[in-house]
């Protein structure tokens, strides 16, 4: 006769978020930091004997990994090579992919896009809208020229209803938008909530892996940029996309953040236009504005989003002031970054700017995080500090220290390899090994 240790149902605090858990209720997470996410959760605890193996098929008994068949797991392009690129070669049967953005960045617009490129190769695609009505999405879809017999759309917000819409249309691709607006009627909490989007998401999930159904899911992103719900979901999920751009510039950028079936050093590059959004395939020419004529205070240099190489114009503008306090304005740069790069070239390189406005910018609205840049803002500030241009085929890239020394950056021979294909033939990077030593071959 079967024994059964001793069991004992006790009380606790769990957070929603992240699975924290204390013995006494707290108002915020104390792993996380989370406000309000804390709730009581009731679980037995101790070993039960009772627990019987269970039979398993023949057909679900563990091979050996070498007779595993992985064509099952194959990619599929979408169509959107951009898109591809990201996701390591496109859709792979039964992935659950997880896209945010901030709002108006153009999530749903791509999705649509990748939807009507599916259901134009004769597969049904079902995409749910649970944020606008069918009828508004179809108008996107007539603007971007997304139409076809074979996309099938629904505008639900619960959950049962959707599941209910997967098992009539039968879809070979699941478009879902937005997770945190989609709710269960099983549970008393409101849409958006942890314990509803974990519920969700948990069900969608589970309906991919058990149809091989590629499901595509939205989500919502907080004040800070992080992902909306619990963290939860970003690992329940394959792959993560982070979908970014600012309003101001039509420049769009996919990135992936999580990816099971892929690298995750791809960035795709997309514009935003009148008909829809538009795959950048080759970005070269979307952050230089060169002139027939050289102007001062200008310089480029080579950055790297992900893998791919892109050139970029930094410029600058010194100008005499009477005020004591000289302005310091950047765009697209770190203004710290500037600030420290001004105390290098007045103390290693003699020049004077301690008395001048300077302002700093980048052409297109591209933004320049890594240090690589440090070498092209140095050059294009003494460019403009003395009014001496630039020759038109030079580039530079270099991070810059304290000394003044010109140290060596990441995947140098592809930044090189991008220049020359470009035409610049005038490199200058960490070959110079000092400040001063690059300044005088610049203006060579």
């Given amino acids: 006769m079967a024994t059964r240790a001793s069991a004992r149902t006790t009380s606790g605090f769990r957070c929603t978020e992240c699975g924290w858990q204390a013995a006494k209720w707290a108002g915020r997470c104390g792993e996380c930091q989370s406000w309000g996410t804390v709730v009581a959760v009731s679980e037995q605890e101790g070993i039960l004997r009772t627990v019987k193996p269970v ?13 595993i068949d992985s064509d099952a797991a194959s990619h599929w392009a979408t169509g959107i090579g951009e898109f591809d690129r990201v996701l390591g070669g496109g859709l792979v049967p039964g992935a659950a992919i997880l896209l945010s953005g901030e709002p108006g960045v153009g999530k749903s617009t791509l999705l649509l896009e990748v939807a009507a490129k599916a259901a134009s190769e004769h597969l049904r695609v079902l995409y749910v809208s ?3 009505s069918a009828s508004q999405v179809k108008l996107r879809a007539e603007r971007t020229h997304s139409l076809s017999p074979t996309l099938m759309l629904a505008s639900e917000t ?14 070979h691709l699941l478009i879902v938008d937005s997770v945190q607006t989609v709710s269960s009627s099983s549970l008393d909490s409101a849409a958006g909530s942890p314990t509803q989007v974990r519920e969700v998401a948990t069900s969608l999930i589970r309906i991919a892996k058990q149809r091989s159904l590629p499901v595509l899911l939205v989500g919502h992103v907080t004040k800070d940029g992080s992902i909306a719900g619990p963290r939860l979901l970003e690992h329940l999920v394959d792959v993560v996309c982070q979908f970014e751009g600012d309003r101001q ?8 953040l999580k990816n099971r079936f892929g690298p995750t050093d791809e960035v795709g590059c997309f514009e935003m236009t009148g008909d829809g959004i538009r795959e950048v395939p080759d970005p070269s020419g979307l952050f230089l504005s060169r002139g027939s004529d050289a102007v001062s205070g200008t310089c480029v240099t080579v950055a790297l989003e992900g893998r791919r190489a892109l050139p970029v114009e930094v410029q600058a503008l010194v100008v005499a002031t009477p005020s004591p306090n000289p302005r310091r304005v950047t765009n697209g740069v770190d203004s710290s ?4 790069i001004l105390a290098v070239l007045e103390r290693r390189a003699r020049l004077t700017l301690s008395d001048k406005d300077v302002y700093v910018s980048t ?3 591209v933004k320049l995080v890594e240090p690589a840049a440090d070498l092209a803002i140095a050059l294009a500030l003494a460019s403009a500090a003395q009014d001496r241009p630039l020759a038109h085929a030079l580039a530079a890239y270099g991070e ?8 060596p950056v990441a995947s140098a021979r592809i930044r090189a390899a991008e220049a020359r294909r470009l035409g610049f033939t005038t490199l200058v990077d960490d070959e110079a090994r000092h400040l001063g030593r690059a300044l005088g071959r610049a203006f060579s």
């Fill in 55 to 67: 039979v398993v098929d023949e057909a679900r008994i563990a091979r050996p990994i070498t007779e």
């Fill in 130 to 132: 649970a944020e606008e």
């Fill in 158 to 171: 619960d959950l049962g209803t959707v599941l209910g819409q997967i098992d009539a249309v039968q879809p």
């Fill in 249 to 256: 510039t039509s420049l769009r950028f996919v990135r992936a």
């Fill in 337 to 340: 970054r500037v600030a420290m």
């Fill in 363 to 365: 052409v297109g609205g």
């Fill in 400 to 407: 810059i220290s304290l000394a003044g020394e010109v140290r």
